[in-house]
């Protein structure tokens, strides 16, 4: 697993506040019990001070999967 995809995945598990769920690049939002489109936002927030980036709201809009976001996060 990549240091980005941990990073994420810790920032995902305390937002969503469940440490067990599992994430990999292949999940989505559905995937992931308590990502709705308001924790979304707060996955964002998270993100962008763990990573120390900015992110648009039209790339935010168009993250689609974890993976996505690596990518996206790794490109700041």
């Known amino acids: 697993m990549s240091t980005t995809l941990e990073r994420l995945t810790e920032v995902i598990q305390k937002m969503t506040r ?3 769920v ?3 690049e292949a ?10 489109s308001l924790t979304h936002i ?8 763990e990573f120390g980036i ?8 168009n993250v ?6 690596c990518v996206l996060i790794e490109s700041k």
């Open 18 to 20: 469940n440490s067990s």
């Open 54 to 61: 900015r992110l648009s709201a039209q790339e935010a809009h």
């Open 42 to 49: 707060y996955i964002i927030a998270e993100s962008e001070k």
């Open 27 to 36: 999940t989505v939002a559905a995937d992931v019990p308590g990502w709705d």
């Open 22 to 24: 599992e994430i990999s």
């Open 64 to 69: 689609t999967s974890v993976g996505d976001f």
